[in-house]
């Protein structure tokens, strides 16, 4: 009963992982100037659901976080930031 209940578990958590979208295509926009010596790079997430999301790239391409010109929802790696963002 226990494995049954396991292998029930593991298979909802394998659906749930298989109709999570996921990016096919990160296009840069712009770059867009803060303030005297601050400037953040915008770039548009393609999602495998048909969704466009944004991301926006700090720190010359450092710091990478969710929306645009926005410091929330961060990650020092591309691609993860924009698997974030198609969730």
Known sequence: MKSKLLLGAALVIAANLALAAKPTSITYVKEVPVDDNE?????????????????????????????????????KKQ???????CK
Not at 50 to 58: H, L, V, Y
Request: with cysteine; glycine share 6%.
């Open 39 to 75: 400037v953040y790079a915008h770039y548009q997430v393609k999602c495998s659901n048909g969704e466009t999301k944004d991301i926006t790239a700090w720190d010359n391409r450092k710091l990478w976080c969710q929306g645009e010109g926005l410091k929330d929802n961060c990650d």
């Open 79 to 85: 691609i993860k930031a924009a698997k974030e963002a």
